[in-house]
């Protein structure tokens, strides 16, 4: 049978971020595909060299515009780690509680996309309305909606008051009535599961192979988190990673939307047990020496690596991003399957192109 | 069914959005919005320009052509569309010079950097003597 090549995105309506693939099909079946990136690469890691490491937190914050607070909770981190920085408690428990409002809000905004892409576009309006809410805690908290520039060097920059605790626990309950239903249309629904229930198989031997992270490794079956480590203040949490086995598009998503109600409780908790004291400790000197940290964003393990010499600014800062350990597991999930579902395969792995070129 | 129960409970509980521009959104305390500059508070001391992590910030002196003397005037530069609206220059202030308003900055047609005099620092006649 005659075979046809044609380009998928960079500009397409399911994409919400420029990749693209180069599909390969034989009549209706994808035979082979290839990913291309390179559409938006903005050079921030030269920029950090460029500038003095604390203003760096607002930099590497914007290197994706979901995830944002855990990129700049990331970099603080492996600052911290090379200059040998104890953060007070109360700082780590407020970082737990924004990351995992990054978490909630970036899970909300995937699974509303994901839904769109499967064509459900009432549920793709009901998550939105949710995901409004977490926004709303985020800007009552920090300031602002999505890039809330509460972390520095030392600790955090916002406390959280008696009134603001009580006022969160209240929309907090607010979110747990408008999610129950989305929840339940996500797990049950006849529709989603034609449309995601066995496409894009990930075996799980390969899953690791080709070193996914995040859902997509553990949609496979592998407690897999870098959360699992115990920085900031997951340790002390009792963390324990979401694990699906269904190894496909399905169990992608489900591993996300239980993930927000793992968020959920999170913060909870955190609001719970924050500890009593100080928020952030001065930090005078420059980093000499060099660091690496692992953390846990929306999309998969994130690392980062510095390297100072002990000027103000750094010589080399390195960021290896979820998404870009994520998007070889389309050469595996692709080839075979209907040319309907590649939108659907291609976001069960939220591809985030911001931070994969950075 | 499931997803038929919440569109049902949906249209009997009214709409969710608002009617943008006649009706908006309140904002809460402490929102990170437009950045105030109170030219009186101001001792030109230069904590805000270092503190400005995207330079968007410029203190400088320039000659006052209103005047024949020479005279020297004491110029805060802002670009807001370089600003971020993080807020180190708000705390960076020991004047209370600058504050964040909760109100978001609005469109502009044309990119204006807006100058400030800072009338603390003006030239006295204690200067030319």
Known sequence: MARVTFPFGPQHPVLPEPVQLILTCEDEKVVEVKPRIGYMHRGIEKGCELNPYKHNVFLCERICGI??????????????????????????????????????????????????????????????????????????????????????????????????????????????????????????????????????????????????????????????????????????LGFEPVVEEGCDSYARMMVRAREVWQSWELINLVLDRLPAGEINVPVEDNPKGEAIHRAEQPRGEVIYYCRGDGSPNLKRLKVRTPSFANLPTLLVMLPGCELADVPVITLSIDPCIACTER | MGMLGVVLRNLFTGPVTRRYPSERREYFDGSRGRLVFHPEYCEFCGECERACPTGAIELDTAWDTRRQDYSIVWLRRYNPFKCIFCGNCVEACPYGAIELAEEPAVPRYRKEISVDEIPNWQWTEWVAS
């Not at chain 1, 428990?93 to 499967?118: I, P």
């Not at chain 1, 995040?214 to 920085?231: H, K, L």
């Open chain 1, 67 to 236: 995830c944002s607070f855990i990129h700049a909770e990331a970099y603080c981190e492996v600052i911290e780690k090379a200059m040998g920085i104890e953060v007070p408690p109360r700082a780590r428990y407020l970082r737990v509680f924004w990351a995992e409002l990054s978490r909630m809000h970036s899970h909300l905004l995937w699974l509303g996309l994901f839904a769109d892409g499967f064509g459900l576009e009432s549920l793709f309006m009901q998550c939105w309305r949710a995901r409004e809410l977490v926004l709303d805690v985020s800007e009552l908290t920090s300031g602002h909606r999505i890039i809330q520039s509460t972390c520095v060097v030392g600790g955090v920059r916002k406390d959280l008051d008696a009134e603001q605790i009580r006022t969160v626990r209240k929309m907090l309950k607010q979110f747990k009535e408008l999610y129950t239903p989305i929840f339940q249309v996500f797990q049950h629904d006849r529709t989603i599961k034609s449309r995601t229930w066995g496409k894009g198989i990930l075996p799980k031997d390969v899953a690791w192979q080709l070193g996914a992270v995040g859902p997509t490794i553990r949609g496979s079956g592998w407690a897999f988190d870098a959360r699992m480590d115990g920085y900031a203040a997951y340790g002390e």
